[in-house]
Structures are given as structure tokens and as C-alpha cells.
């Protein structure tokens, strides 16, 4: 029977307004998770990230649990107790989720205000909780079936929704897990000063740690100096531009791999200033230090794309004539061409044109193999598009290379020697990972919904490493085969 002190349609409406604040705190958590987590911060592609990726993954499960069961069920008896120890369990790991994000990352300020807000919607959340529990708790312990019309409905979409992202997260910390900490690389020379740009992404990272490892002298310069020295355990000295360096500091290497992603949103004609202005920006900073430095650097390592060369080119080396042929070869084209003025300095100029590279951590692999892992592999358009691509581990070698190395100048392929068609590389993907390749994504579909960039996906040059097989470059991984082996 009801709690005498609630009448059945008070009861009836703290019901309604508790489902309706679990669908704001799902919409919130939603946007928090996409635009914070993923596109924001790119949480799966730190490694310091492991401990709040694994404490997401429990709390999104514990959600899920409470999204679908509240949408479908009256918790009688002994099961507002269950109930209650999911939620009371969720609210711990909140608060160390708070304390891992206080101590490894700086929160965007939208990001905290987010978290504020979701504090306060789960504190009205809780309160309707209590009110309601006396209600249920005289009621049979059993799960009553009950059906709340479409906000069941959405709930349950928000269930399964967030248990993914809990899986998607675990995947991610799993991976994670398995990152080994690499060797310092060979530049040639101990305890060299490198100024980096672009030192918190996929590539920098990697690169920044194993310097680091290495006994070099690393500065980043960074959008936010207070995240990048946090992500570094502030083993790296970390500035806003390379305009607040004194002119009697010296740099051995200069290192851009500043730019935001190509690969995401589509090329509106913002979008493209973005990814325009995200290079061009770093490389003049770079440029007017480097133009005002009393000792030069020797080297300037520029990070590229084979995208230089357009989306259909074969087969081609770094002796290939190029003229652009879509907005990813012109963003190379300029890129590169404004960076060459280091050139006239009197400092070596390295441009190294990466292929997909691919590593646990970051880059393009963990989304692919998330799709695989969930059952979901598929080829993209004909499938027949080139994929040319290179190990993190071989990356950095050719970068340490170019370091090292004074006859490395101008261009320089990025790429293993074996590249493959997209379909090829998700066979060899599915086989590794024991997983079915069966859907296939139509071109047509794609470009239409991601206009211009769709050539990104449904196209793909062919590229060798002419420079690095001259030089008779080592590879660690030659084949796909292996570089998969390894990363899986």
C-alpha cells in the first residue's frame, strides 16, 4: 500500500519528474561524453588517461542498470535496496573519478561547468529517490513491470547508449594497458633541446615521452601550458607560443606537428580556416623564434601528409611531381611551403609525410578496431582505396633518423613498404582479431553526409618510402601483418 504520507497521484508525479531528470542527466552526460571526452579531449588517446577510462566504463555500466531498470520496473521491497546500493556504489566512483581528473588532467571550463550541473541533477535525482523509496518498499519485493509510455522508451535507448560507451571505454583502458614504455630513440646526440609544437597529440606525445625518457631537454608550446605540463608529470617545460622565448635560447630541433585533425567534422569553409589557421598559426610562431634566435636550430623536422600528393596518386615517391588536387593536398601544400622558410636560416629542412599511423593509443587504429571488437567491421565504399600506412614505433624511428642523419633533407615518406587496399587492411584486421568483416558502407552515402571530406575515407593514395629505402632505413614492421600483430 502507498506511504501514508504521499497520496497516489503525489506518488504518480514524483515518478514522472524522477524518469524526467535520469533523461536530462542522460542528454547531459551524453554531450559531455561526445563533445568533452571524445572530440575535446580525446580521452582514449592519452595513456594517462587509463584510470578515469576505467572508472567511466564501471559508472556507465552502473548507469545503464539504472536508466533501463527504473524506465521498466517498480522496485518493491528488498529491491529498493538493490537499487539504492547501485546508486550509492555509483556516487563513489563519481568522487574518485573527481579525484583521478584532479590529478591527471586540467578540465576544460565548460567541461567543469557540466559536471556541476549533472552534481546538481544527480543531487534532485537522489532527493525524488528518497521520496519515493517508503512508497516502494511497503510494496512486495518483486520487480513490478511498468511501462512510463515514451520516456521508458528513451530511457532505454540511453541504457544502451551509455553501456557502449562503457564498453568502448574498457576497450580503450585494455589497450591501454598494454602500451609498453619505448625506448629513448637514437638522435644521434645526448641531451639535445628540443622545442615542440603539437608535443600533446597522437605522434607528440609518444614522441615527447620517449625524448623525455631519454634525458633530452623537451619544450612544448601549447594552447594551454598548465594541461600539457600535467599530462608530462611536468617533466616537460611547457609555453603558450615559441614569441615568449628568450632569443639566447638555443634549440638543437625544432619538431611541428601542430594541426587539428583532418579527418572529423565536415570541410565547411570554417571548418577549413580552423584546420588552416591550426598549422599555418604554430609554423609562424616557430618561424619569427626561429628568425630572431642567436643560435639556430640545426634541424627543423615538419610533420606532412601524403595527402601532398592527392587522394588517387600511386605508386609514387618523393621524386613524384605534385599539384593539389583537393583541400587535404593543398592544406600539405601551404603547410609545407610556409614551413620551408626555415630553409633560408640556414636550418636543415625535413618535411615527413605520414601515412596512417597506427598505435594503441591514438591515430586512427582504435577506432577501427572498435568497430571490429563490436562485431561491426566493415569496408568502406569499393574497399579498393589505398591504405599506406606506418607503425608509431617506426615513426618516431624515422623521425629520430631525420634527427640524426644530416643528409635527410626536403621531403621525406613517412610509410611502411607494404601498402594495402582499405578491404585488405580490414581482412587482415578481423583475421588478427578473430572478428567478422561483413558490412559494407556505400560511397554515396558518405559523401553525402560528409561532403568534400568523404575523399578522406573513400579514397586513398598509393605511396612508397623512396628517401628511407635509399637511406636503407630499418623497419621494426614491414608488413601490415606484423604492425597489426603487435598493436591488437
Known amino acids: 500500500m502507498p506511504h501514508p504520507a504521499l497520496t497516489q497521484p503525489a506518488i504518480e508525479c514524483i515518478v514522472d519528474l524522477l524518469l524526467t531528470l535520469l533523461i536530462v542527466q542522460a542528454v547531459m552526460g551524453a554531450f559531455d561524453t561526445v563533445y568533452h571526452h571524445e572530440l575535446t579531449v580525446a580521452l582514449p588517446a592519452h595513456a594517462a588517461a587509463r584510470d578515469e577510462l576505467t572508472v567511466h566504463a564501471l559508472r556507465s ?29 555509483e556516487v563513489v566512483l563519481t568522487l574518485i573519478d573527481f579525484l583521478i581528473e584532479d590529478r591527471t588532467r586540467v578540465l576544460p571550463q565548460s567541461e567543469r561547468v557540466l559536471h556541476t550541473l549533472l552534481a546538481i541533477g544527480g543531487g534532485a535525482t537522489f532527493t ?13 519485493s518483486e520487480l513490478a513491470p511498468a511501462d512510463y509510455g515514451w520516456k521508458s522508451w528513451f530511457l532505454t535507448l540511453a541504457a544502451l547508449g551509455v553501456t557502449l560507451s562503457g564498453i568502448r571505454d574498457a576497450l580503450a583502458a585494455r589497450s591501454m594497458a598494454r602500451v609498453r614504455p619505448g625506448a629513448p630513440l637514437d638522435v644521434g646526440a645526448a641531451h639535445l633541446r628540443f622545442l615542440i609544437a603539437g608535443g600533446t597529440g597522437f605522434i607528440g606525445t609518444a614522441l615527447t615521452q620517449r625524448l623525455i625518457a631519454g634525458g633530452h631537454h623537451v619544450t612544448l608550446v601549447a594552447r594551454n601550458p598548465l594541461r600539457a605540463a600535467m599530462q608530462f608529470g611536468g617533466a616537460a617545460r611547457c609555453v603558450r607560443a615559441a614569441a615568449t622565448l628568450s632569443p639566447g635560447e638555443h634549440f638543437d630541433v625544432v619538431v611541428n606537428l601542430a594541426g587539428a585533425p583532418v579527418v572529423g567534422a565536415p570541410w565547411t569553409r570554417a571548418r577549413k580556416r580552423v584546420l588552416l589557421e591550426s598549422r599555418l598559426a604554430p609554423t609562424e610562431d616557430l618561424l619569427r623564434y626561429a628568425g630572431r634566435a642567436q643560435t639556430r636550430p640545426r634541424v627543423w623536422i615538419q610533420a ?10 600511386t605508386n609514387i615517391d618523393e621524386h613524384t611531381a605534385a599539384t593539389v588536387s583537393d583541400f587535404a593536398s593543398e592544406l600539405c601544400h601551404r603547410w609545407e611551403a610556409r614551413a620551408q622558410a626555415c630553409a633560408a636560416l640556414g636550418v636543415r629542412y625535413v618535411a615527413l609525410r605520414f601515412g596512417l ?5 591514438g591515430g ?30 617506426d615513426a618516431l624511428g624515422i623521425l629520430a633518423h631525420a634527427v640524426r642523419d644530416a643528409k635527410i633533407a626536403g621531403p621525406v615518406n613517412a610509410v611502411a613498404p607494404e601498402s594495402v587496399s582499405y578491404e585488405a587492411f580490414m581482412r587482415e584486421a578481423g583475421a588478427i582479431t578473430h572478428r567478422p568483416v561483413w558490412l ?8 553525402k553526409l560528409l561532403g568534400e571530406m568523404a575523399i578522406m575515407l573513400v579514397e586513398g593514395p598509393c605511396v612508397l618510402p623512396g628517401k628511407l629505402r635509399t637511406l636503407h632505413h630499418e623497419f621494426r614492421f614491414r608488413t601490415l601483418r606484423s604492425a597489426l600483430t603487435d598493436l591488437v
Open 61 to 89: 555500466v552502473l548507469y545503464g542498470v539504472i536508466f533501463a531498470g527504473l524506465a521498466w520496473f517498480e522496485f518493491g521491497g528488498w529491491w529498493v535496496a538493490v537499487l539504492w546500493t547501485v546508486v550509492l556504489v
Open 128 to 140: 525524488l529517490l528518497a521520496l519515493q523509496t517508503p512508497a516502494w518498499w511497503q510494496l512486495p
Open 304 to 313: 606532412s601528409a601524403i595527402g601532398y600528393y592527392g587522394q588517387t596518386a
Open 357 to 361: 599511423v597506427m598505435g594503441r593509443s
Open 364 to 393: 586512427s587504429l582504435p577506432p577501427l578496431l572498435l568497430g571490429l571488437k563490436l562485431g561491426a567491421g566493415s569496408v568502406i565504399g569499393s574497399g579498393r582505396q589505398f591504405v599506406s600506412w606506418i607503425h608509431i614505433e
Open 440 to 447: 559494407r558502407i556505400p560511397e554515396r552515402l558518405l559523401r
